[in-house]
Structure formats: C-alpha cells, structure tokens
C-alpha cells in the first residue's frame, strides 16, 4: 500500500504559479513512475504530467507544456508539479498517482510514464487550484 498526500494548493491570480507537493509512504518509491492528474468542476479526470522513476523522463499533456513542471526527489519520497503561467482554465483538484513499475522490464522502466489514469495504482486525495481571472 502507497499513501500519497498531495499539497501546495490554493488561490491564485492568472499569471501567478503554484507549487504542488505529494509525499509519498508505504513502499519503495523508486518501484514506481508518477503522474499529476486534474479534474475541473464537472469534468472528467485528465492527465497533465507523469515522470519516469529516476526522473529522466517527463511527459506533459500538450496545454501546459512551457508552463508546468514535474519533478521528484526520490530521497524525499516526493513528486512536484510546478505551475507557472496560470490560468483560469488550470482551476481544478490536482490528484497525484503511483504506477507500480516493478514488473516491467528494465528497458521499459527507464523511460516509464503514463498519461492513462487506469495506469495507476494509487491516488491522493486531491488539492485544489483555483486561478482567477
């Protein structure tokens, strides 16, 4: 079991940036590669950035690519997502997740990340953003 405790939201203006945190406890945590997800007021749960295991590989949906940022630090136990640039559309509850690699073959895993929300194992429990105008 993999607890994840998302943090750093809150109210901004658009133009202004945030900085999430998720600190991750229970197992390993380079055994899995994590993904930032966001779901706006009556929407569906969409992807906005994942990161391999060793942080070497980032992927972002293409409306925040130059904006946000995903990070880890893998001696903290914790995943970033800096938001840059914000606007009203970035207004949402930004939910952390882990994807349980230990399985995949190691090719697979150096570069491992997924924009696919059943993908992964574990979810916090959100924070939200919210970017006024």
């Known amino acids: 079991q993999v607890r994840l405790v998302e943090s750093g939201g809150g109210l901004v203006q658009a133009g202004g940036s945030l900085r999430l945190s998720c600190a991750a406890s229970g197992r390993t945590f380079t055994n899995y590669a994590m993904g930032w997800f966001r779901q706006p007021p009556g929407k569906e749960r969409d992807f906005v950035a994942a990161i391999s295991w060793n942080g070497r590989s980032t992927y972002y949906v293409d409306s925040v690519k130059g904006r946000f940022t995903i990070s880890r630090d893998n001696a903290k136990n914790t995943v970033f997502l800096q938001m840059n640039s914000l606007q009203p559309e970035d207004t949402a509850v930004y939910y952390c997740?882990?994807?349980?690699?230990?399985?995949?073959?190691?090719?697979?895993?150096?570069?491992?990340?997924?924009?696919?929300?059943?993908?992964?194992?574990?979810w916090g429990q959100g924070t939200q953003v919210t970017v006024s105008s």
């Open positions: 997740a882990a994807d349980d690699i230990s399985g995949a073959d190691e090719a697979v895993r150096e570069t491992y990340g997924s924009r696919w929300p059943a993908e992964y194992d574990y």
